[in-house]
């Protein structure tokens, strides 16, 4: 049976590795918000896909939090079988780690409205939710909305008759769909702005030039400008915020000069050729957990997502001379059990760290039959008092 085991993961690996051979991925960094596939040839339990956290982070069975946002794919396998093997959890590990990009699916819209373009398709988009995007004009009628899907065929919707189902004024959008707007006064479906949705007729096709989105958008990427475009309209054109991004914190470098732009209010700020904006990765909140007992500076720490145990021990000043290490309590809010944690089999690599929740209190005993106050005599600030206080008993009048 184990070698059939063996044989059936060589093929495994043999076909992913077929598939991935020639990716135009394999030197992208890994952001948060990505999807990671992980194959161990000698651990099949850790084979499946992992979600990169807001923090750069994958939680991995025996090893915990491991970061690996700003690596390649090749960089990320390294690292994790490095920690696998000088962890002691395997002897040998051979780790291949691949990002999944997922096909981008797009809906287009064009027309008699303000903001001609594409975007891209989600689950459960509807006609209203493009409504929003593409800046209807005062003479677009919206009772003659035609939408065109990518097997031919077309529907014409009257989004104004509301007494109708929904799915008959506000339909389902699928994958491929172009919604086609027209003016009240003419039947005429309007000029297509061709396949570049950054070109209008009247662009001169000598004049063109480049904005750079990078950062959490979900199409960072190089778009063609168009006179009068602004912030917004660029964040429609690249697909709008990951689910990482601080709308909050966009940079605009333009001439070497940079300067930070707010939302909404400068949704409206007018970009030029050769700009470059950047979303920045939302910043995850502090929280805390209470280390208490024999540490050397116990109290409340500040974590982040994925924070391990043997972390919190460090940032605490490390145990004290007779800690029970075997004997660790970690204590969560609510009705779950206390778990006891024996730190020398962390340490030993014999079960892997234990990652940190917002709110929990890590006890530290003293030594068997003592008290913390009796396992700090051994910092010698304490052994110079207790020793005054001695000498003044038995000396003091």
């Known amino acids: 049976m184990k070698l059939r085991a063996v044989i059936l993961m060589i093929l495994l690996l043999a076909g992913l590795s077929a598939s991935w051979a020639g990716s135009p991925v394999q030197n992208t960094k890994i952001k948060a918000g990505d999807t990671v596939t992980l194959v161990c040839t000698e651990e099949p339990s850790l084979n499946r896909d992992y979600k990169v956290t807001a923090d750069g982070l994958i939680l991995?069975?025996?090893?915990?939090?491991?970061?690996?946002?700003?690596?390649?794919?090749?960089?990320?396998?390294?690292?994790?079988?490095?920690?696998?093997?000088?962890?002691?959890?395997l002897r040998k590990a051979t780790i291949m780690v691949r990002l999944a990009r997922p096909e981008v699916k797009m809906v287009k819209f064009s027309g008699a409205v303000g903001l001609q373009a594409e975007t891209p398709w989600r689950d459960g988009m509807r006609l209203s939710d493009l409504l929003a995007l593409c800046e209807p004009l005062p003479d677009t009628d919206l009772s003659r909305i035609t939408i065109k899907s990518t097997g031919g065929a077309s529907v014409t919707v009257d989004h104004t008759n509301k007494a109708t189902p929904a799915d008959a004024?506000?339909?389902l959008l699928k994958p491929g769909d172009e919604v086609v707007f027209v003016k009240r006064?003419?039947?005429?479906?309007?000029?297509?702005?061709?396949?570049?949705?950054g070109t209008t007729p009247t662009q001169p096709s000598n004049d063109v030039s480049k904005i750079v989105v990078t950062g959490e958008v979900l199409l960072p990427g190089n778009y063609d400008f168009v006179a009068g475009m602004t912030v917004r309209e660029i964040l429609v054109r690249?697909?709008?915020?990951?689910?990482?991004?601080?709308?909050?914190?966009l940079t605009l470098e333009r001439d070497g000069t940079k300067r930070e732009l707010r939302l909404p209010a400068d949704s409206s700020f007018m970009l030029r050729g050769g700009d470059i904006l950047s979303i920045s990765t939302r910043q995850a909140p502090k929280?805390?957990?209470?280390?208490?007992?024999?540490?050397?500076?116990?109290?409340?720490?500040?974590i982040t997502e994925g924070m391990r145990l043997s972390d919190a021990i460090q940032m605490a000043g490390g145990f004290v001379k007779g800690a029970r290490v075997d004997r660790i309590r970690i204590l969560t809010p609510g009705n779950e059990k206390p778990r006891e944690v024996n730190f020398n089999d962390i340490e030993l690599g014999y079960t892997g760290d234990i990652i940190l929740r917002p709110g929990q209190t890590?006890?530290?005993?003293?030594p068997r039959g003592g008290s913390q106050v009796q396992a700090s005599i051994e910092d010698p600030r304490v052994r110079t008092a207790?020793?005054?206080?001695?000498?003044l008993f038995l000396f003091g009048s």
């Open 60 to 89: 991995v069975d025996f090893l915990g939090a491991v970061q690996i946002a700003g690596l390649t794919e090749d960089e990320a396998a390294a690292k994790i079988k490095k920690q696998l093997e000088d962890e002691k959890i």
């Open 169 to 171: 004024h506000n339909p």
């Open 185 to 197: 006064a003419s039947t005429n479906p309007g000029t297509n702005p061709g396949t570049n949705p």
């Open 238 to 249: 690249s697909g709008g915020f990951t689910a990482a991004a601080d709308p909050g914190r």
């Open 287 to 302: 929280v805390t957990v209470a280390i208490e007992g024999a540490v050397r500076r116990p109290g409340r720490l500040e």
């Open 362 to 366: 890590v006890e530290v005993p003293g």
């Open 386 to 391: 207790a020793g005054a206080l001695v000498l």
